[in-house]
């Protein structure tokens, strides 16, 4: 998400004072992509994400769908306040596409981080479903990145951060993976964002992690996807309900059950695109 590029709005109800910028430092922190909250606990950043009050600051221009950086603000566990930068995408500001049925994209993307929670390996950042200035949509926390990392070399490493992200956007049937959809850490750690094409109930895995195609799971991730299995039957499958059909939730336990049956990482399908365009 660094870097990306935030255009100003009017000057609105920000607060004037949020983690103890002005309205004029906040927007430098979209420019230079930055996170005003520091690091924050899971649970701190999703209470947050959920109650906090929303503010847009810009509309970062890069993205394909309406997509604004916003502030969130409200009570820390201990009685404080606290701010933290976010992501906001208004379901209103989706793009029509053919294959996937319209302003579904925003419950994806809150489905990717139920499953990333479950898998434990939090790929992908803090993300909720909330109200917010455009109307319902997704709200994920912003994260920064380490800008010393080449991602171009980075998708072409044996990175095992990568290869669980490939074995998870397995389980998602994730359609477009792409290398600028990877966040590479200061801390070693890799997520992944824009999941908004994942839960097809037909074949559509697309991505840029094909490393590992036909290799066999190692026990940690058969455990995984045990996990999953169970968690399908349970939690897991209550918190999509509201996100997904009944015909994508079969699915996703479909695969699951596939990938531990085969007890491989999936090769490509040679009867359609298994790189998203364009890849970065």
């Known amino acids: 998400m660094a870097g990306s590029t935030a255009e100003s709005p009017q000057p609105g109800g920000l607060p004037e004072d949020a983690q103890g910028l002005t309205r004029a430092e906040m927007e430098a922190a979209a420019l230079a992509g930055r996170q005003i909250a520091g690091m924050l606990d899971q649970a701190i950043a999703l209470r947050l994400l959920r ?23 409200g009570p820390d566990g201990d009685g404080s306040t606290i701010s933290a930068s976010c992501v906001y995408k ?40 909330r109200d917010g200035p455009f109307g ?16 171009s070399e980075l998708v072409m490493s044996d990175n095992p951060a990568l290869r669980r992200i490939a ?19 200061r801390d070693g750690r890799i997520q992944g964002i824009d999941n908004g094409l994942c839960f ?17 799971l190692t026990e940690d991730e058969r455990a995984i996807l ?5 968690a399908m039957s349970g939690p897991l499958r209550a918190e ?6 009944a015909l994508e939730i079969e699915a996703t336990s479909r695969r699951i059950d596939e990938l531990l049956a085969s007890g491989r990482l ?15």
């Not at 994806?108 to 479903?129: F, K, L, N, Y």
């Not at 045990?226 to 169970?230: A, D, I, N, P, Y």
């Open 51 to 73: 109650d906090g009050q929303l503010e847009v600051v810009g509309r970062l221009l890069s993205a394909s769908n309406a997509t604004f950086f916003c502030v969130v603000s």
């Open 90 to 129: 208004p379901v209103r500001g989706e793009r029509p596409l053919y294959d996937f049925p319209d302003g579904t994209l925003a419950c994806r993307e809150v489905g990717a981080h139920a499953v990333s929670q479950a898998t434990g390996w939090d790929i992908v950042p803090p993300t909720v479903m």
């Open 136 to 151: 319902e949509g997704m709200v994920q926390l912003w994260i920064e990145t380490d800008e010393s990392v080449d991602v």
């Open 167 to 185: 074995l998870f956007d397995a389980v998602l049937n994730n359609a477009d993976r792409k290398g600028g959809h990877l966040l590479p850490l």
């Open 200 to 216: 097809a109930v037909e074949p559509k895995l697309r991505t840029v992690l094909w490393r590992w195609r036909g290799q066999p």
């Open 226 to 230: 045990e996990g999953l299995r169970t």
């Open 240 to 245: 999509l309900a509201p996100l997904l059909t």
């Open 266 to 280: 999936p090769r490509p399908d040679r009867g359609r695109p298994a790189i998203p365009w364009p890849p970065y």
